[in-house]
């Protein structure tokens, strides 16, 4: 029987990467707060 979690690097990078939130505000956000470190 096959397990329910298949992990896919690129899926998740692509939801959840750096370019992902590129595409949504946070990082402009963080940047106008003044974050020496954008995303951990």
């Not at 029987?1 to 990467?17: D, E, F, I, L, V």
């Not at 750096?18 to 951990?40: M, Q, S």
């Amino acid at each position: 029987m096959k397990r329910t979690y298949q992990p896919n690097n690129r899926k998740k990078a692509k939801k959840h990467g750096f370019f992902a939130r590129i595409k949504t505000n946070v990082i402009n956000n963080r940047r106008k707060k003044g974050r020496k470190e954008l995303v951990k």
